[in-house]
T-cell receptor
Framework: GAGVSQSPRYKVAKRGQDVALRCDPI?????LFWYQQALGQGPEFLTY????????KSGLPSDRFFAERPEGSVSTLKIQRTQQEDSAVYLC??????????????FGPGTRLLVL | GQQVMQIPQYQHVQEGEDFTTYCNSS?????IQWYKQRPGGHPVFLIQ?????EVKKQKRLTFQFGEAKKNSSLHITATQTTDVGTYFC??????????FGQGTRLTINP
């Protein structure tokens, strides 16, 4: 079946602009994760959903970042009043179960955000 | 909090040479996962190690998990140009969060 998809693939925003990044997980996957990957670095955890419930948002860097998954499938990561330091690749990943850290996570292609 | 460190940060080899990347965690891990990210691509799951001292092989790739479950290594025998990319290890923190190392970027001279 289809993998994790994300849109847009690329986004250029002016500083101060709001952006919304979309993630379509693999159908039926319970868990959904957002990561931020700066150039030359590993992915850094932002937030985690189990179905529609946001169980961990400890990685969100500021209150300008907001994520939702209202129906337990598609998720949106919103960044308000973007800053240059928000420039990064935003990766979404999903896993089949909510069975703990041993679950394999399947990553989407990412959205490359550039804030000018 | 938990930290996962990888060395080296970069490795350039001639095609056919071996390659090894090392991963160290500041805390004991319940498991460790390895991912590969091709240039311009996204992380792709390679393998998970769970048991102390575990060794797993995938063709030319050999993965090891240390006895203390705090370190791991990935060894590639006789590299090929298709092996180019960045290799990440990741360990769980808490119920679901994965903490990634900074990765080892492998480039190969054909």
């Amino acid at each position: 079946g289809a993998g994790v998809s994300q849109s847009p693939r690329y986004k250029v925003a002016k500083r101060g602009q709001d952006v919304a990044l979309r993630c379509d997980p693999i159908s039926g996957h319970v868990s959904l994760f957002w990561y931020q990957q700066a150039l030359g670095q590993g992915p850094e955890f932002l937030t985690y959903f189990q179905n529609e419930a946001q169980l961990d948002k400890s990685g969100l860097p500021s209150d300008r970042f907001f994520a939702e998954r209202p129906e337990g499938s598609v998720s949106t990561l919103k960044i308000q009043r973007t800053q240059q330091e928000d420039s990064a690749v935003y990766l979404c990943a999903s896993s089949l179960e909510a069975g703990g850290p041993g679950e394999t996570q399947y990553f989407g292609p990412g959205t490359r955000l550039l804030v000018l | 909090g938990q930290q996962v460190m990888q060395i080296p940060q970069y490795q350039h080899v001639q095609e056919g040479e071996d390659f090894t990347t090392y991963c160290n965690s500041s805390t004991t891990l319940s498991n460790i996962q390895w991912y590969k990210q091709r240039p311009g691509g996204h992380p792709v799951f390679l393998i998970q190690l769970v048991k102390s001292g575990e060794v797993k092989k995938q063709k030319r790739l050999t993965f090891q998990f240390g006895e203390a479950k705090k370190n791991s290594s990935l060894h590639i025998t006789a590299t090929q140009t298709t092996d180019v990319g960045t290799y990440f290890c990741a360990g769980p923190q808490g119920a679901q969060k994965l903490v990634f190392g900074q990765g080892t970027r492998l480039t190969i001279n054909p």
